[in-house]
Structures are given as structure tokens and as C-alpha cells.
């Protein structure tokens, strides 16, 4: 989540006078015609009309309407009432009210009703208005269901293009492609008890296994052998939406590049592992303009996936993957912090 959504606004008031004759000067400010023997004071000008003292009056910023009595206020602007002033805030993408107090995710808005009462889609991560249940409890949006990714073959699809996007970036190629298996949360779950004790099992899309497995074990990321799982096999969940599961297939991919390619980095923290493959999942929503998804990545709060992130993102500089390869090429793996430098 991004910061909190919220504008305020206050009430004044337009004083109008009228007064008669007696004015010091003898000509209207506006219009400059003489001043009848009652005349018209503002703001302590003389005017010889109403119809010249409205030309002054304030304007309402929405519908332009003169405003001679009360007035609302807000960010320097003028509104001849509440209504005028909520057409100005942003709607909440759910109940499409205007939210005077909410949040904003990413490029999304939502009122603070419904970011506390909707429940949220596991696939894109934001309040769904109505959600279809799946059979293991997970709750997926619309829009996620429209495009997700339901079945093997479709899944394969998916992954083989997000394989040649990351070679491509990379100019390295997977020696052996690791097969893909599509699990439902409850499959999930039994896989990643067996590795990532403390990650969420909804939180977790995706795994690598390749005999001997990345797990996590306290602050340090070590490798253990997994001979009741297949080798070389990466897991994703199903009915992630398309984009989420392409960045998904990103980040295992690259886990089994580092692998092959960089084996030097096999006793590194797990921070480093996770903080490379989130960059590669980064650098396919740059390309690929997956904002919302790419937020997630940026704001990750995880001490691994995000801590991690952070670090290896601002190794890159304006080299990019080229530094990024140097470095992995060239640390020190034994003098790497416990946790990842802030």
C-alpha cells in the first residue's frame, strides 16, 4: 500500500454590504459608470450594481457558480458546496464512491470501508469487489479470474515465455529447463512447510526444487537434499492472472540460472538468491509495464524478498545486468552479511 488518501476542506463566507449614498468616490470599480444615490459596497469598494459586484465575487472551481453566501475551501480551490467538492476526489475503484479518506495501492484508490471489508484476491493482491472462491479457499477478483492461468497447457505457454524473456536478458541459456508442475494452495502449502517455515503459504506462488533445495534456516539461506521431491521440477500455484504468473515462472527461472551459472553463490544468504530473482521478476514488469506487480516487488516489506531486492536493484546502477553479473562473479561470498544491507 501506498500512502493514505485523504483531502479536507473548510467553510467561509463572502460578506456583501449595502449601503447608501455617501461613498467617496463616484464611480463604479467596475464598470466606471456613476454611483446612483444608494450604491453598492464590497470589500470596501463602491459599485453601482449587483450584476458589477458578482463580476469580483468568487467562482466556484467546479460548476462556475457566483458565490455570494458560504463557500468551501480546499487545496487553494473554491467550491460553492460539498457536493461541487466531492466530484474533485478520486472514486474508489469498488463502491465507486468519492474517497475522502482511503488509501491508494499502486496506481489504484480505495475507500477505507472497503479496503477493511472486501476480501482480497490472492492472485493480484487487491480488494475484490466480487470475488469467485476457488475449491482450496483462496479468493481471486474479476479481473484476476479473466485472465488466469487454469490449466497445464496454458501454464506451459506462459513459461516457456517467460524462459526466453529471461535469457534474453540474461544472454545466458538454462542448460536443462526444470519441468513445471501447476499446484493448487493446499499442494502449496505441504511444498513450502518443507522449506519456507516462516513465508505465508498464500504469499508463496512459486518454488524451485532441484534435488538438493534453497531453505530457509534462520537468517542465512542454505542447501539442503530433498529426495522426496523431483529433481529439477519448479511449482507454481494455478489461477494466477497471466501477468502475475509470467513474473512468477521470472523469479523460480532464475533461481535454477543461479544455479547453473553461478554456482560459487550456492552458500550465499538467502537474501542474495531471493534478492537477484526479484530483480529479474523486476526487470520483466519494466519491460513488460506490469506496475501493479512491479509495486508489490518495490514495496515488499520481506527482509529476503525485499531488504534483498533493494540492494541488488541499486548494484545494477546504469550498467544493469552487466554489473549485476560482475558482482556475482566477483564477491566475496563468505564476508556477505547475515541480512541484507539497508
Known amino acids: 500500500m501506498s500512502g493514505i488518501l485523504s483531502r479536507r476542506f473548510f467553510t467561509a463566507a463572502v460578506c456583501c454590504i449595502c449601503a447608501t449614498a455617501g461613498a467617496k468616490t463616484e464611480r463604479c470599480e467596475v464598470c466606471g459608470g456613476r454611483l446612483p444615490r444608494q450604491a453598492w459596497t464590497y470589500n470596501g469598494q463602491a459599485f453601482c450594481s449587483q450584476a458589477c459586484i458578482d463580476q469580483l465575487r468568487p467562482r466556484c472551481s467546479v460548476c462556475g457558480t457566483i458565490i455570494r453566501d458560504d463557500y468551501h475551501k480546499a487545496d487553494d480551490k473554491i467550491y460553492c458546496g460539498k457536493a461541487c467538492f466531492l466530484t474533485t476526489l478520486p472514486k474508489c475503484e469498488i463502491c465507486k464512491s468519492p474517497i475522502e479518506k482511503g488509501f491508494t495501492v499502486a496506481r489504484h484508490h480505495y475507500c477505507e470501508r472497503c479496503m477493511e471489508k472486501q476480501p482480497t484476491c490472492f492472485s493480484c493482491g487487491l480488494p475484490a469487489a466480487y470475488p469467485t472462491q476457488l475449491k482450496d479457499g483462496r479468493e481471486i477478483c474479476t479481473s484476476c479470474m479473466r485472465w488466469a492461468v487454469k490449466d497445464q497447457e496454458m501454464a506451459q505457454k506462459h513459461y516457456d515465455r517467460a524462459r526466453r524473456q529471461l535469457e534474453a536478458w540474461t544472454a545466458l541459456k538454462l542448460e536443462t529447463v526444470p519441468k513445471l508442475a501447476l499446484v493448487d494452495k493446499i499442494e502449496m502449502q505441504q511444498l513450502s512447510d518443507k522449506l519456507r517455515k516462516s513465508d505465508s503459504p498464500v504469499s508463496v506462488r512459486g518454488l524451485y526444487s532441484r534435488q538438493t533445495m534453497l531453505a530457509k534456516r534462520g537468517l542465512f539461506g542454505a542447501w539442503k537434499e530433498a529426495p ?7 511449482y507454481i500455484v494455478d489461477h494466477l492472472n497471466d501477468e502475475v504468473f509470467r513474473v512468477a515462472a521470472t523469479h523460480e527461472l532464475m533461481h535454477d540460472l543461479i544455479h547453473e551459472h553461478f554456482p560459487r553463490l550456492k552458500d550465499a544468504p538467502l537474501w542474495v538468491h531471493e ?17 501493479d506487480t512491479l509495486h508489490g516487488i518495490v514495496e515488499c516489506p520481506d527482509p529476503d524478498y525485499g531488504d534483498g531486492y533493494r540492494y541488488i536493484n541499486g548494484l545494477m546502477g546504469f550498467e544493469g545486468w552487466r554489473a549485476l553479473r560482475r558482482w556475482m562473479e566477483t564477491v566475496d561470498v563468505a564476508k556477505l552479511p547475515k541480512v541484507a544491507p539497508k
Not at 522426496?228 to 519448479?234: A, R, V
Not at 534478492?275 to 506496475?291: D, F, M, P, T, V
Open 228 to 234: 522426496e521431491l523431483d529433481q529439477e521440477k519448479i
Open 275 to 291: 534478492g537477484i530473482c526479484q530483480q529479474a521478476a523486476a526487470e520483466l514488469c519494466r519491460r513488460r509495464n506490469y506496475a
